[in-house]
């Protein structure tokens, strides 16, 4: 059996993705209301440095391989969606890949427990 902490991580990194991804799917509806914070990335960068440190304690911990490298491409997918969406004004759906992939690692990693 694991250790309590990482299914804590699990569940935080399940929770964590699905509420990116629902920001991710809400927020371009809501650019359309004029509520000043349609350019505001810092939502973005928040969401990826929380996913960034939980995807670092699960691969450096005894977690599968499997898990271990879906959740490392689908974190590198959404760092790379992020870079492109704030300094280049880019959109593109890489986001929302990286993101379903990270629900799908922590879940493969809670039900690995």
């Known amino acids: 059996m694991k250790k309590q902490s990482t299914i804590v991580f699990d569940l935080l990194g399940i929770s964590s993705a699905t509420l990116c991804l629902v920001h991710c799917l809400i927020f371009p509806l809501l650019t359309i209301l004029p509520l000043g914070f349609a350019s505001n990335h810092y939502i973005d960068l928040f969401f ?17 391989l499997l898990v271990k490298v879906i ?15 704030s300094y280049f004004s880019i959109d593109s759906p890489l986001i929302l890949i ?16």
Do not use: D, Q, W
């Open 98 to 113: 990286g993101g379903i992939g990270m629900i799908i690692g922590h879940l493969i990693n809670y039900k690995s427990h």
């Open 48 to 64: 990826t440095a929380v996913s960034l440190c939980i995807v670092l304690k699960i691969v450096f911990s005894s977690s599968p």
């Open 71 to 85: 959740l490392s491409c689908s974190v590198s997918t959404v760092v790379v969606a992020v870079i492109l969406e």
